[in-house]
Nanobody
Framework: VQLQASGGGLGQPGGSLTLSCAVS????????ISWFRQTPGKGREFVAG????????RYPDSVKGRFSISRDNLKNTVLLQMNGLKPEDTAVYYC??????????????????WGQGTQVTVSS
């Protein structure tokens, strides 16, 4: 299973960016797909997770109401819509595939496959 994250770049405070995670090698319908982010010197922080059919999603308080995860299992693609960007959203963003239970979506050790990361920089 390979994951390819794209869509990062420079965003303005208050603006929007959409990240995409394209998955190959296996249908994503059997995987929980989540997004994490990482800044230098820190561990990976969970930002959004989607259940296998997309019926259930989970977000930490830091992005709740601003970020939205969606998936298209037919296209094997997962999106992360980021609105109301803040400078503290600056990080490398990673998508990941695994089979955690809902309460463990935020645990990096629950994910078997990771994308290569895409840089998001929020600055005026």
């Amino acid at each position: 299973v390979q994951l390819q994250a794209s869509g990062g770049g420079l965003g303005q405070p208050g603006g929007s960016l959409t990240l995409s995670c394209a998955v190959s090698g296996h249908t994503i319908s059997t995987y929980v797909i989540s997004w994490f982010r990482q800044t230098p010197g820190k561990g990976r922080e969970f930002v959004a997770g989607s259940s296998r059919q997309g019926a259930n999603t989970r977000y930490p308080d830091s992005v709740k109401g601003r970020f939205s995860i969606s998936r298209d299992n037919l296209k094997n693609t997962v999106l992360l819509q980021m609105n109301g960007l803040k400078p503290e959203d600056t990080a490398v963003y990673y998508c990941a595939a695994g089979r955690p239970v809902f309460c463990a979506y935020d645990q990096t050790n629950q994910y078997h496959y990771w994308g290569q990361g895409t840089q998001v920089t929020v600055s005026s």
